[in-house]
């Protein structure tokens, strides 16, 4: 068993996620190219693979449990199929020496109310998990992966606030918060404070990661990052920079440049 390396999970026949996977193993490799790589799927995928695992589901979020529970690695960073790698991310597996799990904070806090956990707990974003292959997380992940199946009939009972519950009652594990920087949800506001890692999302219309990551990489550990609805703002408020489409960004200094009309004061 290598000790380290990175894992993917896609399944279906949706070729959208597995050119994605093939992107993003792609942009892992060109800044970590020494990194085993290893991916779990129903079909075969040929790209930047060390290992492929079998697995045969059709629920993309069983998909993930089941793929990381078969790692081949004693340190394991899951990334979903819609991540950009932008810059090494060996600082997380530096994480797994000493704790179980690390996880950034889900954007939205939490989506689903669970009554047995409180609001101070919040859900952990799923695109972006180091792990260490020990019973204690195996445990951790069947638990996950039964929680998951008993919260299906609810509303919104995608992967994270089954998490959520396991991870708050799993007092035995050592989890860990990853900053954003290493998974950075950029289709929400957002804020980065240094080098963005790790970009998460489906970029939309003619934005590409390229765009994003020339647009956020001014962030620098004195000067913090804001953004929203496509642009970049530094710790003053001034704009300096964006990741919109060009027919966006043209439409944008057009209602700048052009005096509303018709509108009633206040309104």
């Known amino acids: 068993m290598a000790n380290r390396g990175v894992l993917y999970v896609v399944v279906g026949s949706n070729e959208i996620y597995a050119n994605a996977v ?7 490799r060109r800044v970590m190219p020494e990194i085993a790589v290893a991916i779990a799927s129903d079909q075969r995928i040929d790209g930047p693979f ?15 449990i089941l793929g990381m529970q078969q790692t081949p690695f004693q340190q394991t960073v899951f990334l979903d199929a819609d991540t950009f790698v932008l810059a090494g991310i060996g600082d997380v597996f530096d994480l797994l020496d000493g704790h179980d799990i690390a996880l950034a904070h889900a954007q939205g806090r939490v989506s689903l109310v669970l009554d047995d956990v409180p609001a101070s707990f919040p ?5 972006v998990i180091a792990f260490r292959n020990t019973p204690p997380v195996q445990s951790a992940l069947d638990e996950w992966l039964a929680e998951y199946g008993a919260m299906l009939p609810r509303p919104k009972t995608q992967d994270q606030p089954s998490l959520r519950r396991v991870l708050y009652r799993r007092t035995d594990l050592r989890v860990v918060t990853l ?7 950029f289709d929400v506001p957002g804020y980065f404070y ?12 003619e934005i590409t990661y390229e765009m994003i990551a020339e647009a956020m990489s001014g ?12 642009r970049v703002f530094d710790r003053s408020g001034e704009q300096v920079a964006d990741f919109l489409p060009p027919y966006a960004r043209a439409r ?6 052009v005096p509303l009309r018709g509108r009633r004061r206040g309104r």
């Open 194 to 205: 240094g080098q963005v890692r790790v970009l998460h999302g489906w970029p939309r219309h």
């Open 179 to 185: 900053t954003s920087e290493f998974n950075r949800r």
């Open 252 to 257: 944008r200094i057009a209602r700048r440049a």
């Open 50 to 64: 060390d290992e492929h695992i079998s697995i045969e589901e059709t629920d993309g979020f069983r998909a993930k």
């Open 219 to 230: 962030g620098q550990p004195d000067n913090p990052m804001a953004f929203a609805g496509g």
């Open 123 to 127: 859900e952990f974003n799923t695109g």
């Open 22 to 28: 093939v992107r993003s193993a792609i942009s892992l």
